[in-house]
């Protein structure tokens, strides 16, 4: 069970810059589609579900984690006092249902660009929900950098 664990949590970790690769390409792609009025092309919807697949595969990778990792089982099994812990509070509840939520807007921007009227209403609805996971993304990762909850940049498997 435990290196199921330490080889999901390298995947996790590595797995990461492949979304936010993606997900940003996406987004300089749709907003120059967009500003040069170019139409919605195939290789656009390939890219949308691009994004999609490889933040789902992370989201899943994540919900095996939550189910597997020690620091989550901590804070299910000491909720009272571990919601004060900010490292497992941090995994327990703020990562999840943050990347939880990205992955809603995602969804909802995905959904939503498909019944768009015109080519430029569909990248505009891309570039508003895609930008706004983006944020979410960035802003519940944790970064090596970060003083609050530090994890390494790049693990070995
Ligand atoms: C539903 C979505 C997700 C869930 C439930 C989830 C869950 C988790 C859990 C439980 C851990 C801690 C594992 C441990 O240290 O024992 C973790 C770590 C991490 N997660 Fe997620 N995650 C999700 C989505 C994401 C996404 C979308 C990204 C980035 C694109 C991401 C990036 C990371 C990183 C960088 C770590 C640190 C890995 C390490 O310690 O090397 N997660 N995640």
């Known amino acids: 069970m435990t290196s199921i664990y330490a ?3 390298a995947l996790h970790s590595t797995w990461r ?9 996406s987004l300089l792609r749709f907003a120059y589609q967009k500003k040069k009025r170019l139409p919605f092309t195939p290789t656009d919807n390939f890219i949308k579900k691009a994004v999609i697949i490889a933040f789902y595969m ?6 095996i984690l939550y189910i597997l990792s020690p620091i989550t089982q901590y804070f ?3 909720f009272k006092t571990a919601v004060h ?10 990562h999840s249902s943050m ?3 990205a992955a809603i807007f995602l969804l909802i921007g995905s959904l ?6 015109t080519d430029d209403r569909r990248f505009k609805i891309l570039l508003i929900w895609f ?3 983006l944020l979410i993304v960035l802003s519940s990762i944790p970064w090596e950098f970060s003083p609050l909850t530090s994890r390494p940049s790049f693990r070995s498997f």
């Open 17 to 25: 810059w492949i979304v936010l690769i993606i997900l940003i390409v």
């Open 131 to 133: 930008g706004l996971a």
């Open 7 to 9: 080889l999901i949590l």
């Open 99 to 101: 990347m939880i939520l």
């Open 76 to 78: 299910l099994t000491h």
């Open 58 to 63: 992370q989201a899943l990778m994540g919900i």
């Open 112 to 117: 939503k660009s498909k019944n768009a009227d």
């Open 85 to 94: 812990l900010r490292q497992i509070r941090f995994f327990g509840m703020e």
